[in-house]
């Protein structure tokens, strides 16, 4: 395993599109390292350049402090999880996981490549599918073969391109507790894509959140959600999502917009009083959709809560926890 | 109404139509063939006797004079010879004749062999390799280039049979096998090419990509990963490649006479006594089929497996 930096990194796609406007950034020997954004904020063009399937325009990538901007992706010895499963079709799933073992690079002895493909077969469940064509599995199988082909090696970096996205909710759960359990055993270092919450809070040592090929901010997923340096951000994490409001709305001073996350508002008495738009019970939580001066703000309390529609509701905010903002979108911080 | 099949799918009617009419085609289809088949079997006379004997006793005449180079003899010289060695001989000496030696058709037969298998081969190979760069890598006038690969194919070949024989002479290669297949690839790989192409641009690239991050070049992946999926596209480019080199007549008649000649050219001159030997050249005609018959039903799997059915999910 290595540590990864990548330095001053652009990239465009023919010569006009930008890609990739400066990325720099670290990735420690063993840290789970997750990009997060939408679609076409970078996140794989970031990973494609890292194992050498894009060439960028200018900038270095760096495994352990070694410069390998220029070399092949063969020589890199990375391995890369695809959003699709790219399992090579004409291969059993023994060949499959035996695929990267054998190649010009490594050679290994078919006893040692046995060893190997068995081992991560049982960590992966997979071992009564070795015999099948890449063809006759399950879609979640096929993943499990995918990420098994990449940690069927140790390479310097493991790369995954929203590996869990094509699955069912039910088995992109579990194989994320997998995966987690995985990389703690390993010591793995991973550069993993998403743009799910659920996966990048979980998963994840670090945070980088990208904007339109910009880096914006790199934390931990707790600083990421507390402590976002911009709007932007601040929307990335949560569930309900942020409010961001006015910020005359509260007469805070010098501030353009506030953000306030729905589990920051208290319920039943405060100085401020709404209508209720909506309630959803959620089960463990209850969201309440509030008309506050014609704006839309989402609480969420605890456990179930009760309330009719247009009902007079009174409510109050945590003012230690609300997140100021100037006009630019950006933070404002306070002394 | 019958509920119990899908709207898309056809009902055992039109299924039944469908097959009688391709019943009736192949019939039609065959007939010259089987007759071709059956005149090999018959002996000189039955042939051409009229009216067309459909029901006759077998005979494999057509197939030793085939492989054989004859002479009349009288009778007493046919009797001074000692009792016949084997089958072919006996038939021949029925027939007042005596086997001089082998005939050339087993050399042409095999010049045919070399030749179509060669250049089936070399337009499949350089088709691929071609049709692979078209379709991943940014060639320069890559349209027009292919524009222009195309337009190769949009006279007939023969139309520039001229220049092609005097550079032929020129270089040496009139008459050579190695000549005869460069100019089938020609001809051919136009064709190879254009359909290769459309079944690369099938090929997901992630297997490629996938294949070079696990340690492999890119022309190691190209064998390894992108090939084997092709090999549905292969497999009807090299009948279309193996069909036109092993019946192309034209050419072969222009530019080989000994060493290179081909079997197309040399089945026509079988020529008997008295007029043409039928059932040799129905003999000669038969075998020719067999080869592209036997090499379409091995390939035949493979055009009718899918290509790379459900293993990437776009």
Not at chain 1, 85 to 111: C, D, G, I, Q, W
Not at chain 1, 134 to 152: D, F, K, N, P, Y
Not at chain 1, 248 to 253: A, G, P, Q, T, V
Not at chain 2, 117 to 130: D, E, K, P, R, Y
């Amino acid at each position: 395993m290595a540590k990864v930096e990548l330095k001053k990194l652009f990239k465009t796609y023919n010569k006009k599109i930008k890609a990739l406007e400066d990325i720099n950034l670290t990735i420690e020997d063993g840290q789970f390292f997750v990009l997060l954004g939408p679609s076409g904020a970078g996140k794989t063009t970031t990973l494609r350049c890292i194992a050498g399937l894009e060439k960028i325009d200018s900038g270095d990538v760096l495994f352990n402090d070694e410069n390998i901007t220029h070399d092949q992706p063969a020589s890199r010895d990375v391995s890369f999880v695809f959003q699709q499963y790219s399992l090579y079709p004409h291969y059993t799933v023994y060949e499959n996981l035996a695929f990267p073992l054998r190649s010009p690079m490594r050679k290994l002895p078919e006893e040692e490549i046995k060893n190997k493909v068995e081992k991560i077969a049982e960590m992966l469940k997979i071992t009564s599918k070795l015999k099948n064509k890449a063809t006759e599995l399950s879609g979640g199988e096929m993943q499990r073969v995918a990420i098994g082909r990449a940690l069927v090696r140790e390479p310097n970096i493991y790369l995954m391109d929203e590996p869990l996205s094509s699955l069912d909710a039910k088995l992109r759960e579990t194989l994320r507790v997998e995966l987690k359990n995985i990389q703690l055993n390993l010591n793995a270092t991973i550069l993993y894509v998403t743009h799910d919450q659920a996966e990048a809070t979980t998963l994840a040592d670090k945070i980088g959140v990208l904007k339109e090929g910009k880096i914006v901010q790199i934390g931990t997923p707790e600083e990421i959600y507390e402590n976002p340096n911009s709007i932007y951000v601040s929307q990335r994490l949560g569930s309900p999502k942020i409010n961001i409001l006015p910020g005359s709305l509260f007469k805070l001073n010098n501030t353009a917009k506030i953000g306030l996350r729905p589990e920051n508002i208290e319920l039943g008495n405060g100085p401020y009083e709404g209508k209720v738009i909506s309630t959803e019970n959620l089960g463990s939580e209850t969201v309440v959709a509030i008309n506050f001066q014609d704006n839309e703000i989402l609480a969420s309390i605890q456990g179930s809560y009760k309330s009719s529609i247009n009902e007079k509701i009174n409510f109050d905010i945590n003012t230690n926890k609300v997140l100021k903002f100037d006009k630019g979108d950006q933070r404002i911080y306070e002394r | 109404m019958d509920t119990s099949r899908s709207y898309l799918e056809p009902s055992s009617f039109s299924k039944k139509m469908a097959a009688a009419i391709i019943i009736v085609y192949a019939v039609i289809t065959l007939i010259p063939i089987s007759w071709m088949v059956m005149t090999s079997f018959k002996n000189v006379d039955s042939a051409i006797s009229y009216p067309p004997e459909v029901l006759f006793e077998p005979s494999l005449e057509g197939y030793v004079n085939l492989f054989t180079n004859r002479s009349r003899q009288s009778q007493e010289y046919l009797d001074s010879l000692p009792a016949p060695e084997n089958w072919y001989e006996e038939l021949v000496r029925s027939r007042e004749m005596v086997i001089t030696g082998p005939s050339k058709f087993l050399g042409r037969y095999s010049n045919s062999m070399i030749i179509g298998f060669g250049s089936t081969f070399a337009s499949v190979f350089l088709g691929a390799l071609a049709a692979y760069a078209f379709s991943r890598f940014r060639v320069p006038l890559k349209d027009d280039l292919l524009f222009f690969i195309l337009s190769t194919r949009m006279f007939p070949p023969i139309a520039v049979a001229v220049p092609i024989f005097i550079m032929y002479r020129k270089l040496g290669l009139g008459d050579t096998h190695l000549g005869m297949i460069i100019l089938y690839t020609v001809v051919n790989l136009s064709l190879a090419v254009w359909l290769l192409k459309g079944f690369m641009d099938e090929i997901p690239k992630e297997y490629e990509e996938a294949a070079m991050i696990d340690g492999y070049s890119r022309l190691q992946a190209f064998f390894k990963v992108v090939l084997p999926q092709a090999m549905t596209g292969i497999a009807a480019t090299a009948i279309f490649c193996m069909i036109f080199s092993w019946n192309e007549y034209a050419f072969a008649v222009l530019l080989t006479q000994f060493n290179a000649q081909t079997a197309p050219p040399f089945i026509p001159t079988i020529i008997g006594e008295g007029g043409l030997d039928w059932p040799a050249i129905g003999a000669g005609t038969t075998l020719f089929l067999l080869p592209v018959m036997i090499f379409t039903i091995i390939l035949r799997k493979h055009l009718l497996r899918g290509i790379t059915f459900g293993a990437v999910r776009k």
